[in-house]
């Protein structure tokens, strides 16, 4: 069993920034992909950014060039650096394991961007 806890969300300004962590417990943190998502309110959730189990990271088209996704394996955690933030980055932000067939969520933080 994976269970994953974000932190690092808040208020800020278009243009500043964020840095959102996830640190996971439970065994099996470094040979799966971890990521990030995110719900704004009333929409569905969409995928921001994932990274492999060797550090090979992708991202949505909304925040390529915005964000950046690290993973520490020994420390099990994962790190979403937010830059140039934007009024519709405005959401509840999930931090998510896959293990094959099996998905497992953070309880999320949520970050809003006023102009």
């Known amino acids: 069993q994976v269970q994953l806890m974000e932190s690092g969300g808040g208020l800020v300004h278009a243009g500043e920034s964020l840095r959102l962590s996830c640190a996971a417990s439970?065994?099996?943190?470094?040979?799966?992909?971890v990521g990030w998502y995110r719900q704004p309110r009333g929409k569905q959730r969409e995928w921001v950014a994932t990274i492999s189990s060797d550090g090979v990271p992708n991202y949505a088209f909304s925040v390529r060039g915005r964000f950046t996704i690290s993973r520490d394996n020994a420390k099990n955690t994962v790190t979403l650096q937010m830059d140039g933030l934007k009024p519709e980055d405005t959401a509840v932000y999930y931090c998510?394991?896959?293990?094959?067939?099996?998905?497992?969520w953070g309880q999320g933080t949520r970050v809003t961007v006023s102009t």
């Open positions: 439970g065994s099996g943190f470094s040979i799966n992909t």
């Open positions: 998510n394991l896959n293990h094959g067939w099996t998905d497992y």
